[in-house]
Every structure is written in C-alpha cells, then in structure tokens.
C-alpha cells in the first residue's frame, strides 16, 4: 500500500495535516488531521509498504510489546480507514 499520489503533510500549529496539491486542490474533503502517530505512518506511506513491514515499523518505533503491539495494530488500523474513506491509500 501506498499514500495517493498529490498530497503532502504539513505540520501547522505543532498538527500535522495531509493536504491535496495540484488537481487534488478542489476536493477538500480530502484534508486528514493527524497526530504524531499518524504523521509517522503517512511517511512510511510514502513509498510502497506491506501491512505487515509497516505495523512492526510502528512497533520497533513505539518499542512496543506484545500487549502494546495488539493496540498498535487497531490504531494502525483505524487510520488507514480513514485514508481509505478520504481515498488517500493506494492499495
């Protein structure tokens, strides 16, 4: 999977936000607020990750155990829903 093509992350006001550049500019529907948690997955979105590659990222980033690994894992998986419902993830 990887972050739609058109888009750049912007850090405003100490929050990070995902914004549509070029053809992208009309929809705005398409802007994503994200935290430092989210700004951390849009960047490894940058280029081409597996599902897996990028869950144990957030886990060897969050030093995070087993029982953290699970709630990282819903975490993980909540916000690429959002991408997927503003159609920012190409999968």
């Known amino acids: 999977m990887k972050l739609s093509e058109g888009y750049l992350v912007k850090e405003i006001a100490g929050s990070y ?4 550049v ?15 948690t989210g700004y951390f997955i849009v960047s490894q979105l940058k280029t081409e990750v597996a599902y897996d590659d990028l869950l144990e990222r957030l886990a060897v980033a969050y030093e995070a155990d087993a029982e953290d690994k699970e709630a ?20």
């Open 22 to 36: 070029g053809q992208n500019v009309v929809d705005y529907q398409h802007i994503l607020h994200a935290n430092e």
């Open 17 to 20: 936000v995902l914004l549509p």
């Open 72 to 91: 990282l894992k819903a975490d993980l998986d909540a916000f690429l829903e959002k991408l997927r419902e503003k159609k920012l993830l190409c999968e």
